[in-house]
């Protein structure tokens, strides 16, 4: 079974410019997250879907970020415009949900903003 | 808010037990995880463990839980080279704001 799929695997793009980054979960799972790892740090939560809807968002920053799960499978997180403080990697994570514990982790995007 | 709290760094000597330690503060946490992290790659879930129970074992790993004192420790057994990585303790509640709150990662050597 395919585990949690991210892509890009890495990004690099100058300031003011836009970005974006895609996940595909683990088949059958109705809950999604987007984290931010800083480095040296643990990964900290920007958003989570419950199927379409997104049900936790306050930590996103919506002035720049957003996200999207359209038809409650794969999902696409948007920076527009990139900052400096923006580099980190991104992790999206998937989980059953209806109370399941397991939540399973992609690889992440390595973002880089020069 | 919620706080997950661990030590930076461990070294152990290959064939030896690691024990990697974790404190919490949200005391509606229902499930308590151990995640892998290597360079370079996404978490691993280890193993994780409900707050009703109080050790898993689960092949070389070993987690015990004091909910009294809101401490989670991962004991792993016959620690190997392979096993150097970032470890991080995660909590999550089954009600509310369901995400996991992560620790800031302990970095194990495993020295040979």
């Known amino acids: 079974e395919a585990g949690v799929v991210q892509s890009p695997r890495y990004k690099i793009i100058e300031k003011k410019q836009p970005v974006a980054f895609w996940c595909n979960p683990i088949s059958g799972h109705n809950t999604l997250y987007w984290y931010l790892q800083n480095l040296g740090q643990g990964p900290e939560l920007l958003i989570r879907?419950?199927?379409?809807?997104?049900?936790?968002d306050s930590q996103l920053p919506k002035d720049r970020f957003s996200a999207e799960r359209l038809k409650g499978v794969d999902s696409t997180l948007k920076i527009q415009p990139a900052e400096l403080g923006d580099s980190a990697v991104y992790l999206c994570?998937?989980?059953?949900?209806?109370?399941?514990?397991?939540?399973?982790f992609g690889q992440g995007t390595r973002l880089t903003v020069v | 808010g919620e706080d997950v709290e661990q030590s930076l760094f461990l070294s152990v000597r290959e064939g030896d037990s690691s024990v990697i330690n974790c404190t919490y503060t949200d005391s509606s946490s229902t499930y308590l995880y151990w995640y892998k992290q290597e360079p370079g790659a996404g978490l691993q879930l280890l193993t994780y463990?409900?707050?009703?129970?109080d050790m898993k074992q689960d092949q070389r790993l070993t987690v015990l839980l004091n909910k009294k004192d809101k401490h989670l420790s991962l004991r792993i057994a016959d620690t190997q080279t392979g096993d150097s990585a970032i470890y991080f303790c995660a909590t999550r509640r089954d009600t509310g704001r369901r995400a996991l709150t992560f620790g800031s990662g302990t970095r194990l050597q495993v020295q040979p």
């Open positions: 463990i409900f707050s009703n129970m």
């Open positions: 994570a998937s989980s059953l949900g209806g109370g399941k514990a397991e939540a399973f």
């Open positions: 879907y419950e199927n379409e809807e997104a049900v936790d």
